[in-house]
């Protein structure tokens, strides 16, 4: 939602506490564009106090010679001079017909519908938006303002305090807009002679590249309304004269630049990124246009403010009238990554105090804080409860399962007897699924079958199931058996709910489970006869396969793999088990994990992405205490040699810890406990196995006459289409 016009610069006024005087200096600085011949929009968006002494009402009456330029407007008006969430219940309780609290939706709405209505109606102008009391003074849901207006994400000019305290209050202010997001163009503050907070202001702020300008302050206020009013006039004629110079025409050709500056930027842009970086899974050859390029000015919520640059021309846009920056939906949750919508206000603030208490640390025989109490949380009572002894630091997802393949193969190579010999601990094999994909370093590359994905190291080392996939073809749930199987076991196997194809433990003794034993045993006995690679451990990503295709995979199959590769009889050495939650972990499709649904615990299981809430890279490797002890003795060549420079980093395991948290509070509010009912089988209870999407939506889209199937599991909806040349979204 946020609004960027080439033809309206538009800043947003924020005080550094209340009575700080921004409605003077937002007056002074309408009074000089208009001077300039610019057309100017004053925006009062909530104005609560008496009418006579409105904010909106104040700039017209002093806009100055050319205030026929100037155009004023309130949005939400209350009599009660108070915080604007206390003045809405006020007169909620004054009036006979109940008042409406707008929502923050409503709110930023009106907002944006005036902001577009101006940009329509001039030429060339500017705006200026003036907001309420401090910066995290409350709006009318309560929500404070820098949270309230943040998706709209305007420039800002920062009127500082000039009183006792100011000093403080203003780069206090200062910091919270930054924290946001909010890029500060200017600071302005009255010039007091005693308090003289604009010297040390204006010092502290250079160092920082920011523009400070400090102002004579108004003279005091006449109880006789004409005489002060002349007064007022001549101080706004002193300070604005009609010669067009002065301390508040710099302060306006600045902030002119400024916004000249940044659609410069966002211009370049496209270029610039071409001639530099270098893409990760992009063919740079087929993509070499401009236009190619998505330049992301920001994100919020689940969208990106996108660029509209015209291409060829960095000096125009698509149309002069609209909006530079446009809305997009980060479909792909920006690689799976997003938990809780972009620039969560209180990650950012977790990661800040981190980055304030700790930067980085070094881990190895160390401890803090937050990698403690992430560590406790995981392994005592998130995915690892009941198995997991240990919770091991790395980078991402990739480094993540790599650990985890280290930690498998020595413990099987540890516990095999007779022991193996050198030459079969260095071909050692995974078990796993045709489609599977576990990151892009080499050795979770070698527990893949080869892909598109593979490069010239690399040498897949194990076997691969081709699996029954799980979809709803035709609004159908189905199970879908591989061609490989037995002619004799059906192709497809229906179920009414969801909760039916998910009860594991009651297919456990159906002809399909039995069939799905047969076939995997068979298979793994003929491999082992004939190959004199050991098979040392099963590597799953339970539930869905994400990255190679977002194939979703028959529970049932996967847990009779489990069961298998710790039968004695087919694996006298028990294979350890791997479970590659990277993508489907932590409420992805609705589980904290799959370990409850498939009924069998892992030995090991891998967990990033979702877990600091798509603000920065972290992954954590749990492991049971078998694993553990595989590594554990008196000599350090028989310690896990593996780790990160960045090992549990205490920003990434500080924003972990409060997404853990907030996720924890989103279980039971209404919009989720609303789907699982929707996915019941009888519409009233809530179902173990849902989605937040309709399921009248998936049933629709699976009739459509372009799409072979579809599928869903909480966040998740994935949409295969028919023809040659299939693919899926």
């Given at each position: 939602m946020s609004h960027l016009y080439r033809h309206l610069r538009i800043h947003q006024v924020f005080g550094a506490n209340t009575d700080v005087g921004k409605t003077i200096v937002t007056t002074a600085l309408v009074r000089a564009s208009a001077l300039k011949n610019n057309t100017v929009f004053y925006l009062k968006p909530i104005s609560t106090g008496p009418l006579h002494d409105a904010d909106d009402k104040h700039?017209?009456?002093?806009?100055?010679?050319?205030?026929?330029l100037v155009e004023t407007q309130c949005l939400f008006r209350y009599d009660d001079p108070v915080s604007p969430h206390l003045a809405v219940k006020m007169a909620s309780g004054a009036s006979e017909n109940a008042v409406t609290v707008p929502s923050d939706r409503t709110f930023l709405n009106s907002v944006a519908q005036y902001i577009r209505s101006c940009a329509r109606k001039c030429?060339?102008?500017h705006m200026y938006i003036e907001t309420a009391g401090g910066v995290h003074?409350?709006?009318?849901?309560?929500?404070?303002?820098?949270d309230s207006y943040r998706p709209l994400l305007f420039p800002t000019i920062l009127v500082g305090d000039s009183k006792l305290g100011g000093i403080s209050s203003t780069i206090s202010s200062y910091e919270s807009l930054l924290l946001r997001g909010y890029t500060v163009d200017a600071v302005i503050l009255f010039r007091d002679r005693y308090y003289r907070n604009y010297e040390y202001l204006s010092s502290y702020f250079a160092t920082r590249g920011l523009h400070v300008l400090s102002v004579d302050p108004p003279p005091p206020r006449l109880d006789n309304h004409a005489q002060n009013a002349e007064n007022t006039e001549a101080y706004y004629a002193k300070l604005v004269p009609a010669g067009l110079d002065g301390d508040i025409f710099e302060a306006v050709r600045h902030l002119d630049d400024c916004h000249t500056r940044r659609i410069e930027e966002l211009?370049?842009?496209?270029?610039r990124t071409l001639d530099t970086v270098w893409w990760p899974f992009v063919q740079h050859g087929i993509v070499n246009s401009e236009a190619d390029v998505t330049v992301i000015d920001s994100a919020w919520g689940d969208f990106f403010?996108?660029?509209?640059?015209?291409?060829?021309?960095?000096?125009?846009?698509?149309?002069?009238?609209?909006?530079?920056?446009s809305q997009q939906f980060d479909s792909s949750a920006s690689w799976w990554t997003q938990t809780l919508g972009h620039s969560t206000p209180s990650l950012a603030l977790a990661a800040a105090s981190a980055a304030g208490r700790y930067g980085h640390v070094i881990f190895p025989e160390a401890t803090h804080l937050p990698a403690l109490k992430l560590a406790e949380r995981l392994v005592n009572e998130g995915p690892g409860k009941g198995w997991a002894s240990r919770a091991f630091f790395s980078d991402n997802g990739s480094t993540g399962t790599e650990v985890a393949l280290k930690m498998a193969l020595r413990a099987f190579s540890v516990e095999t007897v007779p022991a193996l010999t050198p030459a079969e601990r260095q071909n050692l094999g995974v078990i796993g699924l045709k489609g599977s994909y576990h990151g892009d370093t080499i050795g979770a590359m070698d527990a893949t079958k080869e892909s598109i994905y593979s490069c010239e190291w690399h040498r897949?080392?194990?076997?691969?199931?081709?699996?029954?996939?799980?979809?709803?073809?035709?609004?159908?749930?189905?199970?879908?058996?591989?061609?490989?199987?037995?002619?004799?076991?059906?192709?497809?196997?229906h179920f009414n709910s969801l909760d039916a194809l998910y009860d594991v433990e009651g297919r456990l003794s159906s002809s399909l489970a039995e069939a799905y034993r047969l076939f995997v045993r068979q298979t793994l006995q003929a491999f082992n006869l004939n190959n004199e690679q050991k098979l040392a451990a099963l590597m799953l990503e339970p539930i869905v396969m994400g990255a190679g295709g977002m194939i979703f995979v028959d529970p049932l199959f996967q847990r009779v793999l489990v069961d298998l590769v710790r039968d004695v009889s087919l694996f006298p050495t028990p294979l350890p088990v791997i479970y590659d939650e990277v993508f489907t972990g932590l409420y992805r499709l609705g589980l904290e994990s799959a370990i409850p649904l498939l009924g069998a615990n892992p030995d090991i299981s891998?967990?990033?992405k979702m877990l600091t809430g798509g603000t920065l890279p972290l992954a954590v490797t749990l492991a049971s205490d078998r694993v553990f002890q595989a590594f554990n003795g008196e000599s350090k060549a028989d310690a896990l040699l593996h780790g990160h420079s960045y090992t549990a980093h205490p920003i990434g395991c500080q924003v972990a810890n409060e997404t853990l948290k907030l996720i924890d509070g989103l279980l039971q509010k209404e919009p989720w406990k609303a789907a699982q009912i929707k996915w019941s089988a009888d519409g009233k209870s809530r179902s173990m196995m849902w989605s937040f999407w309709q399921p009248s939506f998936a049933q629709a889209v699976s009739h459509l006459d372009i799409v072979e199937e579809v599928m869903t599991l909480g966040t998740v909806f994935?949409?295969?289409f028919s023809g040659d040349n299939t693919g899926r979204f």
């Open positions: 700039i017209k009456r002093f806009a100055g010679p050319k205030h026929s030429q060339s102008g003074s409350p709006t009318l849901t309560g929500t404070t303002q820098l211009d370049s842009m496209p270029r403010s996108i660029y509209e640059h015209a291409s060829g021309s960095p000096s125009k846009t698509v149309s002069t009238q609209k909006s530079l920056l897949p080392k194990g076997f691969w199931f081709d699996p029954p996939t799980v979809s709803i073809k035709r609004g159908k749930l189905a199970v879908s058996v591989s061609n490989l199987m037995p002619t004799s076991v059906p192709s497809t196997h891998v967990y990033a994935t949409v295969k």
